[in-house]
């Protein structure tokens, strides 16, 4: 985003855990981004530190085959999705050869602690890019109510609804995907 020239915008796509991602490039850079899409992600406030908004999420979510690496002091570091979570949470609505793709190809997801406890935003830059959620609906990862609720405490500018899709929405439906994106670079850009 530094290197991006002056009078430069970008569309940013964040999913799941990259809605911090987004947000974080959105509080640094608000003058480089012509958009902020949440793909059924976690999308802050400026009050909410991410551990906040990620212990609402699992909550009422369990954690199945879902293994949390810890370090010496018993941080969780890093996250390990099981076979079992990934079937029932991640890809439960996408074709099978790509579940069984997600399965061979999974990685630990690294959790950056330190990052997790403090409040990413700030008041005077919250707001100043054009956020849009769209929601996933048969998302069992950040199931509907749980999207709807961060929408109605941090409201985006707009909301698009994918019906059908699980959390890999770009797996189970691509073209859908493909039809809300172009439609937010077209209106925003």
């Known amino acids: ?35 902020a899409v ?40 890093s996250v390990h999705y099981g076979p079992q979570f990934l079937a029932t949470k991640l890809y439960n609505d996408s074709p099978t050869k790509d579940l069984e793709l997600g399965k061979m190809l999974v990685r630990p997801t690294r959790f950056y602690v330190d990052d997790l406890v403090k409040n990413l935003l700030t008041e005077k830059n919250f707001g100043s890019v054009t956020r849009v959620f769209i929601i996933s609906g ?25 019906a059908g899709s699980d959390h890999m929405v770009m797996i189970s439906k691509p073209f859908e995907l493909y039809i809300s994106l172009q439609q ?5 850009n």
Not at 47 to 66: E, Q, R, V, Y
């Open 184 to 188: 937010i670079a077209d209106k925003y």
């Open 38 to 77: 949440f793909l059924t992600a976690f999308m802050p406030y400026y009050t909410w530190p991410p551990a906040m908004i990620l212990g609402a999420a699992f909550k009422s979510n369990p954690f199945m085959d879902l293994v949390l690496v810890n370090d010496s002091n018993h941080k969780p570091v």
């Open 1 to 35: 985003m530094a290197s991006l020239p002056d009078g430069e915008k970008v569309a940013l796509v964040g999913h799941s855990y990259g809605g911090f991602s987004i947000s974080l490039a959105m509080e640094r850079f608000p003058e480089k981004i012509s958009v």
């Open 138 to 162: 048969d998302d069992q990862m950040l199931p509907v109510h749980f999207q709807k609720y961060m929408i109605k405490y941090s409201p985006p500018k707009e909301v698009k609804h994918i």
